[in-house]
């Protein structure tokens, strides 16, 4: 082989593998900016769960079943409005309808008692999941992207969904949102003393159990709007999608702190960004692999990442 040849040949290798190399970013940027997204999702769900258990000491296991009826119920609204506004509103009415019937209704009975609690929720979320197949079905059903949001684009060699991009902003707005309302509101004094002693804030004559109850509804509410926003996302709604979430958000509140909101952000960002890069490269082993990380800053930190021993927001 001659010199030149040699040369062409080099640069033919070089070439190739600069190439693969390119592939191999492309492919982990874009799995970044999904599992950013899906990480959006989780910290709606997880934030929702993280309020009711900060202020109330309520271990929801029924709030995959809100997050179900705001997906369908939005998709619902969005096929016959074509309107995705009014789709999101539904859905966060919705949860937090369905929240307020269940923390007034059954909830309130079971206070202070966990194995109460932790049957009634469980009761509930089969009973919610059952019961959307009555109007809807078994099958999955379709739910689309909405006009002016389902554009992709290409930067450098990373494909940007516009979709995508809408709820991680949606998500940071709701963050800081929860965050002001917490540490910059009169409501989130009140909220934060009342973590700490709820019969002290009663006897000042603030009535700390309708806090409690709006506390409650604001959480199953932004369930129910995750679930509008997780149609478009996945392209479909199930009758198993609640159930297939909650177990994700039980890990995000368990590794970032119960009662922490920083801890579920964080925690958030962690599953999601693990379950997309997993799910790319061995699809059965992403919950065994979100397990996992939960065990282990569990064994390092057993409060969770941001958890304190009496809870904090």
Same mark, same amino acid.
């Given at each position: &082989?001659?010199?030149?040849?040699?040369? =062409?040949? *080099?640069?033919?290798?070089?070439?190739?593998?600069?190439?693969?190399?390119?592939?191999? &970013?492309? /492919?982990?940027?874009?799995?970044?900016? *999904? #599992?950013?997204?899906?990480?959006?999702?989780?910290? !709606?769900?997880?934030?929702?769960?993280?309020?009711?258990?900060?202020? &109330?000491?309520?271990?929801?296991?029924?709030?995959? +079943?809100?997050?179900?009826?705001?997906?369908?119920?939005?998709?619902?609204?969005?096929?016959?409005?074509?309107?995705?506004?009014?789709?999101?509103i539904?859905?966060?009415?919705? +949860?937090?309808?369905?929240?307020?019937?269940?923390?007034?209704?059954?909830?309130?009975?079971?206070?202070?008692?966990?194995? #109460?609690?932790?049957?009634?929720?469980? #009761?509930? %979320?089969? $009973?919610?999941?059952? !019961?959307?197949?009555?109007? @809807?079905?078994?099958?999955?059903?379709?739910?689309?992207?909405?006009?002016? !949001?389902?554009?992709?684009?290409i930067?450098?060699?990373?494909?940007? $969904?516009?979709? *995508?991009?809408?709820?991680?902003?949606?998500?940071?707005?709701?963050?800081?949102a929860?965050?002001?309302?917490?540490?910059?509101?009169? %409501?989130? $004094?009140?909220?934060?003393?009342?973590?700490? *002693?709820?019969?002290?804030?009663?006897?000042?004559?603030?009535?700390?159990?309708?806090?409690?109850? %709006?506390? @409650?509804?604001?959480?199953?509410?932004?369930?129910g709007?995750?679930?509008?926003?997780?149609?478009?996302f996945?392209?479909?709604v199930?009758?198993? &999608?609640?159930?297939?979430?909650?177990? =994700?958000?039980?890990?995000?509140?368990?590794?970032? #702190?119960?009662?922490?909101?920083n +801890?579920?952000?964080?925690?958030?960002?962690?599953?999601?960004?693990?379950?997309?890069?997993?799910?790319? @490269?061995?699809?059965?082993?992403?919950?065994l692999?979100? /397990?996992? !990380?939960?065990? $282990?800053?569990?064994?390092?930190?057993?409060?969770?990442?941001?958890?304190?021993?009496?809870?904090?927001?």
């Amino acid at each position: &082989m001659s010199s030149s040849s040699l040369k =062409n040949y *080099n640069s033919g290798i070089s070439d190739c593998t600069l190439q693969r190399e390119v592939g191999k &970013m492309s /492919v982990f940027a874009t799995l970044l900016m *999904n #599992g950013i997204a899906n990480a959006a999702l989780y910290f !709606l769900m997880a934030a929702g769960l993280t309020l009711i258990f900060g202020l &109330m000491r309520v271990i929801n296991f029924a709030h995959g +079943g809100l997050y179900l009826w705001g997906g369908y119920i939005a998709m619902f609204l969005y096929t016959s409005t074509h309107n995705f506004v009014v789709a999101l509103i539904g859905g966060f009415v919705v +949860g937090g309808l369905l929240g307020f019937l269940m923390e007034r209704g059954l909830l309130a009975s079971v206070y202070r008692d966990g194995n #109460g609690q932790l049957l009634m929720t469980m #009761g509930i %979320l089969v $009973v919610l999941s059952e !019961l959307i197949k009555v109007p @809807f079905g078994r099958n999955p059903q379709s739910s689309t992207v909405p006009h002016g !949001l389902n554009h992709s684009w290409i930067a450098g060699h990373v494909v940007i $969904v516009g979709y *995508n991009v809408f709820i991680i902003i949606v998500g940071i707005l709701v963050y800081l949102a929860l965050q002001v309302t917490l540490h910059r509101s009169r %409501l989130g $004094v009140i909220i934060r003393a009342g973590v700490g *002693n709820p019969e002290l804030v009663e006897a000042r004559g603030i009535p700390i159990r309708r806090i409690f109850t %709006l506390v @409650f509804i604001l959480g199953a509410a932004l369930a129910g709007f995750a679930g509008a926003l997780a149609g478009p996302f996945f392209g479909s709604v199930t009758p198993t &999608m609640g159930m297939d979430m909650q177990l =994700n958000a039980f890990i995000i509140v368990v590794l970032g #702190g119960l009662g922490s909101l920083n +801890g579920s952000l964080i925690g958030s960002l962690m599953i999601g960004i693990a379950t997309a890069v997993v799910s790319y @490269f061995l699809p059965t082993a992403a919950i065994l692999v979100n /397990v996992l !990380l939960m065990a $282990v800053v569990l064994v390092i930190r057993p409060e969770g990442l941001f958890g304190e021993k009496e809870g904090a927001m």
